[in-house]
T-cell receptor, first 110, second 114 residues
Framework: EDQVTQSPEALRLQEGESSSLNCSYT??????LFWYRQDPGKGPEFLFT???AGEEKEKERLKATLTKKESFLHITAPKPEDSATYLC???????????FGAGTTVTVRA | DSGVTQTPKHLITATGQRVTLRCSPR?????VYWYQQSLDQGLQFLIQ???????AKGNILERFSAQQFPDLHSELNLSSLELGDSALYFC?????????????FGEGSRLTVL
């Protein structure tokens, strides 16, 4: 069964203080790794798809990278509006469903 | 706004009761997914429908059932409710039958069982 582990569980940052979130995964035949953002009381919002090791994707202050065993979400010079829970999910070659990690809750203080 | 509509947003009921959660997918999306999110379990996949047919099943209890109607809206039925069923229930949709991983989630239905 696919497994996704995210660390840390929570991250408190000062505005402008860059940091990284980790997503370690075990999957049979990775078809894709996905990052979502979830605001309190809202549904997850799709951010990125990564398909193969070495791939990188960027969106504003967020950059996602992928290796054969883990993915990182780098937040550069975060702003308070980047505060959210970031979820990582994987899709294996034999899956119809996404397997989600527990998420990392990021709080950015002004 | 993801385009996925879920009702009701909040629901409070008692143990042993039955509730129905409703989801309207984005226009043009044929797949509907149901997920349960609780504090200790994270997002757990329940079931997927594609164009009216069940496509995949996850950790869905026998007390729970779902269906997708010809107009593509979906309903999740939860019966014989227990305290542990209290959670956020999300519906998501996508255009394809095999998940590409890019799902559009609704805002969820928060179920509280007392």
């Amino acid at each position: 069964e696919d497994q996704v582990t995210q660390s840390p569980e929570a991250l408190r940052l000062q505005e402008g203080e860059s940091s990284s979130l980790n997503c370690s995964y075990t999957v049979s035949g990775l078809r894709g790794l996905f990052w979502y953002r979830q605001d309190p009381g809202k549904g997850p919002e799709f951010l990125f798809t990564l398909y193969s090791a070495g791939e990188e994707k960027e969106k504003e202050r967020l950059k996602a990278t992928l290796t054969k065993k883990e993915s990182f979400l780098h937040i550069t010079a975060p702003k308070p509006e980047d505060s959210a829970t970031y979820l990582c999910a994987v899709l294996g070659s034999n899956d119809y469903k996404l397997s989600f990690g527990a998420g990392t809750t990021v709080t950015v203080r002004a | 706004d993801s385009g996925v509509t879920q009702t009701p947003k909040h629901l409070i009921t008692a143990t042993g009761q039955r509730v129905t959660l409703r989801c309207s997918p984005r226009s043009g999306d044929l797949s509907v997914y149901w997920y349960q999110q609780s504090l200790d379990q994270g997002l757990q996949f329940l079931i997927q429908y594609y164009n009216g047919e069940e496509r995949a099943k996850g950790n869905i209890l026998e007390r729970f059932s779902a269906q997708q109607f010809p107009d593509l809206h979906s309903e999740l039925n939860l019966s014989s409710l227990e305290l542990g069923d209290s959670a956020l229930y999300f519906c998501a949709s996508s255009i394809q039958d095999t998940s590409t991983g890019e799902l559009f989630f609704g805002e969820g239905s928060r179920l509280t069982v007392l």
